[in-house]
């Protein structure tokens, strides 16, 4: 080996490793950047089309919200995977505009690609969409209108244009007044607090069934038919701990050698159980939410004191019941106190077997108990309303809205193309891709919808070179028209949010002109997960990766 080294290049990687540069290197993650983009964009608007995604284990989830579809996907790219980021923080930052920031960043890198084999320098490229995204968020801030946040009948319209095209359109009217009301309930002084709303799923019943409900819902039964199911004067008390024989630390064997010895064993551990009742009757509570275990026989004693009790309750559901009383959660009875109990009261549906929970009168906290014939349909319709309350809760705290139906998008694009005039060099023609690049959301819009969406983008420019900002596209009549006035309005936020992680987002994989990777770049990493089909080096791993810089150097 070391002879052969001489005027040799030096190997400095495993032979597993593969290496792409320059042209290639971008080549390659521009084509599955893209590849991630395309996936999601038969999903955009209120013509677009669901996915059905079935993981390993055969569980299926029908959606048509981008994040849901990127994250379920089970995608095995590194660059694919920063563009189901962008999918994320979306998510997190706006909850709305997943698929519109992800189809963006996908065209934005298309648009790119085109430049790049005109030889213009990647840096150009990026330094231009920095600047026209900037300048973007600028002209959002003077597009957008001020709304009044009190105003209820604009906010159910973007509760409305959130959930069209998704599982909750068939119910829009009741589930946007329901949404609006949820959020109503947690603002205080234009301050919205999301945490106290909690949703509840039921399946069953129509979605249109689904309700507002003050405090918390439960979704349990008693531990024993001798309990009381409603309790209107409720002392209730959240327990952490399990109310069973406390288990030893080391295990101990015990034998008994008499009978006396086990009852007296037997007995040891009945007054322990009693104990913990009696703990529990102490602090006056008259109900009990058990996050662990109740023993059958403590079940025995706390009915025949008249306390209802349920256990196993969701930590989430604990947790939640903790913000609608305004108490602390009990991790042990021993420490437990009057103070520990919080009122309010409890009612049984039967029909349903649920407990619905209500504070006392500086409570706050509401549940959305959501009904759907299907797991399949509740999921989605929980999907579509998070979306809503996200949308609504940021419209009612920031009070900016903007027009939807792409009128936002194509408005954005000829002020960005009067800006490009005024950016020097290669930067401007990367200013001018990026105003292209936004019309690709009434494009796909058309196109989702069936319609020829280069007629629709020519009607849609000439309204706005007319100076109509507000003229975006009807998907159900084809006509453009004023879309805030027929109610398809969206927060100005989220629409900065997704272009500013789009262009992060193409940035990002612009700048890299070199992939080193210590495996194959186009296999799975697991390998068992059934990647592509004829996923190229297949028993690469067991033969010791035999030419695996072959392709690659
Ligand atoms: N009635 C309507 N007419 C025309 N366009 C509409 C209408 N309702 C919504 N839109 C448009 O549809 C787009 C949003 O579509 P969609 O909700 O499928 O995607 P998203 O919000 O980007 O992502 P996701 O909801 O999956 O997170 C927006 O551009 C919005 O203006
Ligand atoms: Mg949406």
Same mark, same amino acid.
């Given at each position: 080996m070391?002879?052969?080294?001489q005027?040799?290049?030096m190997?400095?990687?495993?032979?597993?490793?593969q290496?792409?540069?320059?042209?290639?290197a971008?080549?390659?993650?521009?084509?599955?950047?893209?590849?991630?983009?395309?996936?999601?964009?038969?999903?955009?608007?209120?013509?677009?089309?669901?996915?059905?995604?079935?993981?390993?284990?055969?569980?299926?989830?029908i959606?048509?919200?981008?994040?849901t579809?990127?994250?379920?996907?089970?995608?095995?790219n590194?660059t694919?995977?920063m563009?189901?980021?962008?999918?994320?923080?979306?998510?997190?930052?706006?909850?709305?505009?997943?698929?519109?920031a +992800?189809?963006?960043?996908?065209? *934005? $890198?298309? !648009?790119?690609q085109?430049?790049l #084999?005109?030889?213009i320098?990647? /840096?150009? %490229?990026?330094?231009?969409f920095?600047?026209?995204?900037?300048?973007?968020?600028?002209?959002?801030?003077?597009?957008?209108?001020q709304?009044?946040?009190?105003?209820?009948?604009?906010l159910?319209?973007?509760?409305?244009t959130?959930?069209?095209?998704?599982?909750a359109e068939l119910?829009?009217?009741?589930?946007?007044?329901?949404?609006?009301?949820?959020?109503?309930g947690?603002?205080?002084?234009?301050?919205?607090?999301?945490?106290?709303?909690?949703?509840?799923?039921?399946t069953?019943?129509?979605?249109g069934?689904?309700?507002?409900?003050?405090?918390?819902?439960i979704?349990?039964?008693?531990?024993?038919?001798?309990?009381?199911t409603? +309790?209107?004067?409720?002392?209730? *008390? $959240?327990l !952490?701990?399990?109310?069973?024989v #406390?288990?030893t630390?080391?295990? /101990?064997? %015990?034998?008994?050698?008499?009978?006396?010895q086990?009852?007296s064993?037997?007995?040891?551990?009945?007054?322990?159980?009693?104990?913990?009742?009696?703990?529990i009757?102490?602090?006056?509570?008259?109900v009990?939410?058990?996050?662990?275990?109740?023993?059958?026989l403590?079940?025995?004693?706390?009915?025949?004191?008249?306390?209802?009790?349920v256990?196993?309750?969701?930590?989430?559901?604990?947790?939640?019941?903790?913000?609608?009383?305004?108490?602390?959660?009990?991790?042990?009875?021993?420490?437990?106190s009057?103070?520990?109990v919080?009122?309010?009261?409890?009612?049984?549906?039967d029909a349903?077997?649920?407990?619905?929970?209500?504070?006392?009168?500086?409570?706050?906290?509401?549940?959305?108990?959501?009904?759907?014939?299907?797991?399949?349909?509740?999921?989605?319709?929980e999907r579509?309303?998070t979306?809503?309350?996200?949308?609504?809760?940021q419209?009612?705290s920031?009070g900016?809205?903007?027009?939807?139906?792409?009128?936002?998008?194509?408005?954005?694009?000829?002020?960005l193309?009067?800006?490009?005039?005024?950016?020097?060099?290669?930067?401007?023609?990367?200013?001018e891709a990026?105003?292209?690049?936004?019309?690709l959301?009434p494009?796909v819009?058309?196109?989702?919808?069936?319609?020829?969406?280069?007629?629709?983008?020519v009607?849609?420019?000439?309204?706005?070179e007319?100076?109509d900002?507000?003229?975006?596209l009807?998907?159900?009549?084809?006509?453009?028209?004023d879309?805030?006035?027929?109610?398809?309005?969206?927060?100005?936020?989220?629409k900065?949010?997704?272009?500013?992680?789009?262009?992060?987002?193409?940035?990002?994989?612009l700048?890299?002109?070199?992939?080193?990777?210590?495996g194959?770049?186009s296999?799975?990493?697991?390998?068992?997960?059934?990647?592509a089909p004829?996923?190229?080096?297949?028993?690469?791993?067991?033969?010791g990766?035999?030419?695996?810089?072959g392709?690659?150097m």
């Amino acid at each position: 080996m070391s002879q052969r080294m001489q005027g040799q290049p030096m190997i400095v990687m495993s032979e597993d490793a593969q290496r792409v540069k320059d042209k290639d290197a971008q080549e390659h993650n521009i084509t599955a950047a893209r590849a991630v983009a395309d996936a999601v964009r038969s999903t955009l608007g209120p013509k677009g089309m669901d996915k059905m995604l079935v993981d390993s284990m055969g569980d299926v989830t029908i959606t048509n919200d981008g994040v849901t579809i990127l994250k379920e996907m089970d995608i095995d790219n590194p660059t694919a995977e920063m563009i189901i980021e962008v999918a994320e923080t979306q998510e997190d930052e706006a909850g709305d505009g997943t698929t519109t920031a +992800v189809a963006v960043t996908g065209e *934005l $890198l298309k !648009n790119a690609q085109d430049l790049l #084999e005109q030889d213009i320098h990647p /840096t150009a %490229v990026i330094k231009g969409f920095h600047l026209a995204s900037e300048k973007a968020r600028e002209e959002i801030d003077n597009i957008a209108e001020q709304v009044d946040t009190d105003d209820e009948d604009l906010l159910r319209k973007v509760a409305e244009t959130s959930m069209t095209g998704k599982g909750a359109e068939l119910n829009k009217e009741a589930l946007s007044q329901i949404i609006v009301d949820a959020v109503r309930g947690v603002t205080v002084e234009d301050t919205v607090d999301l945490e106290y709303v909690n949703i509840e799923t039921q399946t069953g019943r129509a979605a249109g069934e689904s309700e507002l409900l003050e405090g918390a819902v439960i979704d349990k039964d008693p531990v024993h038919d001798n309990m009381p199911t409603s +309790v209107g004067d409720a002392k209730i *008390l $959240l327990l !952490n701990e399990a109310v069973e024989v #406390e288990e030893t630390d080391v295990d /101990t064997e %015990v034998s008994i050698t008499d009978p006396d010895q086990l009852k007296s064993f037997l007995d040891r551990e009945e007054a322990q159980l009693k104990e913990k009742v009696e703990q529990i009757k102490a602090t006056g509570a008259n109900v009990v939410f058990c996050q662990k275990g109740i023993d059958d026989l403590a079940q025995h004693y706390l009915a025949k004191e008249g306390i209802l009790a349920v256990r196993r309750s969701k930590k989430s559901d604990i947790q939640f019941l903790r913000e609608v009383l305004n108490v602390n959660i009990v991790s042990d009875l021993d420490s437990a106190s009057e103070d520990d109990v919080g009122t309010g009261s409890v009612t049984r549906d039967d029909a349903d077997e649920l407990f619905y929970v209500k504070g006392g009168d500086d409570a706050h906290g509401v549940t959305l108990l959501l009904r759907g014939s299907t797991d399949h349909v509740v999921d989605e319709l929980e999907r579509g309303i998070t979306d809503a309350l996200d949308v609504v809760a940021q419209t009612v705290s920031d009070g900016r809205v903007v027009s939807g139906g792409g009128a936002i998008e194509v408005e954005l694009a000829s002020r960005l193309r009067d800006y490009s005039d005024s950016v020097e060099g290669r930067e401007q023609l990367a200013v001018e891709a990026f105003a292209d690049s936004l019309e690709l959301v009434p494009r796909v819009l058309a196109e989702n919808a069936g319609l020829d969406s280069i007629d629709t983008l020519v009607d849609l420019r000439a309204a706005h070179e007319d100076g109509d900002k507000r003229a975006g596209l009807n998907v159900f009549s084809g006509d453009v028209e004023d879309t805030f006035d027929s109610g398809v309005v969206e927060p100005a936020h989220a629409k900065e949010q997704a272009l500013s992680s789009a262009t992060e987002a193409a940035n990002l994989v612009l700048k890299i002109d070199d992939i080193i990777s210590a495996g194959d770049l186009s296999t799975d990493k697991g390998g068992d997960e059934g990647g592509a089909p004829g996923g190229a080096p297949g028993g690469m791993g067991g033969m010791g990766g035999m030419g695996g810089m072959g392709g690659a150097m």
